[in-house]
């Protein structure tokens, strides 16, 4: 069964630092996402990406965020000058066509910023 | 203000009773409610999504309700497996927004 995927599974880097987040979604979808959650709270909302270019984005996806498709698999999500409250878990998901609800949730990116 | 509402906050129960999660939500206008699994550390993945017109939808021992008037969803579970022990997420969906408004999760937890 296709699943969405992410790598690093776990990335440590200092604080200052940028990082980038990688995601293969499901290969025929056509809507990606990042969510992230911090441990302990509630998922949430970062950005989504439709036809190369992002549909939406909430409050927490400012100048430090950006996201790319670099190509027709990944799906990147960048964060420059990393803070520590950016530690957390960072979620990709998909989806496929407009009539489908359903996203597809890759395991995750847990980001540690020391 | 679009929110979404869980309890209880955690539940232990013992394997093989039943059990069953409650969600509120203030989203408008509408558009579907899901209901997502989550193990600890994993991505959530997705038991049933719901839309207006929908009153119950099943998945295996997984029983979702929605009542679109008084704006509440149920997820039951039977005959509980220690597997089920997770977080159960109760999300919605406003029409022409495809933002999930997310809730904060039941810790579910399954003793032998």
């Known amino acids: 069964e296709p699943e969405v995927t992410q790598t690093p599974s776990h990335q440590v880097t200092q604080m200052g630092q940028e990082v980038i987040l990688r995601c293969v979604p499901i290969s025929n979808h056509l809507y990606f996402y990042w969510y992230r959650q911090i441990l302990g709270q509630k998922v949430e909302f970062l950005v989504s990406?439709?036809?190369?270019?992002?549909?939406?984005k909430s409050e927490i996806f400012d100048d430090q965020f950006s996201v790319e498709r670099p190509d027709g698999s990944n799906f990147t999500l960048k964060i420059r000058s990393t803070k520590l409250e950016d530690s957390a878990m960072y979620f990709c998901a998909s989806r496929g066509q407009e009539a489908s609800y359903e996203q597809y949730f890759g395991p995750g990116t847990r980001l540690t910023v020391t | 203000k679009n929110q979404v509402e869980q309890s209880p906050q955690s539940l232990i129960i013992l394997e093989g009773k039943n059990c069953t999660l409650q969600c509120n939500y203030t989203v408008s206008p509408f558009s579907n409610l899901r209901w997502y699994k989550q193990d600890t550390g994993r991505g959530p993945v997705s038991l049933t999504i719901?839309?207006?017109s929908e009153n119950t939808k099943s998945n295996g021992r997984y029983t979702a309700t929605l009542d679109a008037d008084t704006k509440q969803s149920s997820l039951h579970i039977t005959a509980s497996q220690l597997s089920d022990s997770a977080s159960y997420i109760c999300?919605?969906?406003?029409?022409?927004?495809?933002?999930?408004?997310w809730g904060a999760g039941t810790k579910l937890i399954i003793k032998p």
């Open positions: 990406f439709y036809n190369n270019e992002i549909s939406e």
């Open positions: 999300v919605v969906s406003a029409t022409g927004n495809y933002q999930l408004i």
């Open positions: 719901m839309t207006f």
